[in-house]
């Protein structure tokens, strides 16, 4: 079985920048696509970004500012946040899942197998 923790969150000024760390243990990191997705409260939790062997997909609100990135010698996955504004406040969660997925299927929190505990993100001035 996989384990995710994120670390990272922490409160920004609008225009400012943060990255996630989602560190993994339990499995074969390199087999695994992986994930960010992110809930406001009240809202449904949301497709952020994936990234598989192949490439990366990105949700239309964050394209161009963020950035997922993974290092499989540290069983790691990062999401680089930058021109962070009030909207992209939210709890941020890893997420892994298989490396069969394809590309219409990654936006979906049911594609996923594994999952965080979550990183508070605040946008505030």
């Known amino acids: 079985q996989v384990q995710l923790v994120e670390s990272g969150g922490g409160l920004v000024r609008p225009g400012g920048s943060l990255r996630l760390t989602c560190a993994a243990t339990g499995g074969t990191f390199s087999t695994y696509t992986v994930a960010w997705f992110r809930q406001a409260p009240g809202k449904e939790r949301e497709f952020v970004a994936a990234?598989?062997?192949?490439?990366?997909n990105y949700a239309d609100t964050v394209k161009g500012r963020f950035t997922i990135s993974r290092d499989n010698d540290k069983n790691t996955v990062y999401l680089q946040m930058n021109s962070l504004n009030p909207e992209d406040t939210a709890v941020y969660y890893c997420a892994a899942g298989s490396n069969r997925l394809i590309t219409s299927s990654l936006r979906y929190v049911s594609s996923y197998d594994y999952w965080g505990q979550g990183t508070q993100v605040t946008v505030s001035s």
């Open positions: 990234k598989k062997w192949s490439g990366s």
